[in-house]
Nanobody, 113 residues
Framework: QLVESGGGLVQPGGSLRLSCAPS????????MGWYRQAPGKERELVAT???????DYGDSAMGRFTISRDRAKNTMYLQMNNLKSEDTAVYYC?????????WGQGTQVTVSS
């Protein structure tokens, strides 16, 4: 089970931090990440982080978003800065466990003035 939190309404240029708390240790997963889906669009990669700490970002997130983990809190984060209207979407936490991918329920992020 993956539980996301931290979404909401923010003005353009603002920041939000999303959290994903799995029921297993975050280091149980070979890779975890964030994806997003805007209305009428396909789900797209935002950022991923491997068990070893290697990160990867989608083009839209590069330079503005940061993915991280906190071992003590067993939580993965997505820090989003300089948000734009086109970042409006439902953001999903995902985790690869063996050959399966687990998904969270999603959290809405709306960027609007």
């Amino acid at each position: 089970q993956l539980v996301e939190s931290g979404g909401g309404l923010v003005q353009p240029g603002g920041s939000l931090r999303l959290s994903c708390a799995p029921s297993l240790s975050i280091f149980s997963f070979k890779k975890m990440g964030w994806y997003r889906q805007a209305p009428g669009k396909e789900r797209e990669l935002v950022a991923t982080i491997t068990a070893g700490g290697s990160t990867d970002y989608g083009d839209s997130a590069m330079g503005r978003f940061t993915i991280s983990r906190d071992r003590a809190k067993n939580t993965m984060y997505l820090q989003m800065n300089n948000l734009k209207s086109e970042d409006t979407a439902v953001y999903y936490c995902a985790a690869a466990l063996g050959n399966a991918v687990k998904w969270g329920q999603g959290t809405q992020v709306t960027v609007s003035s």
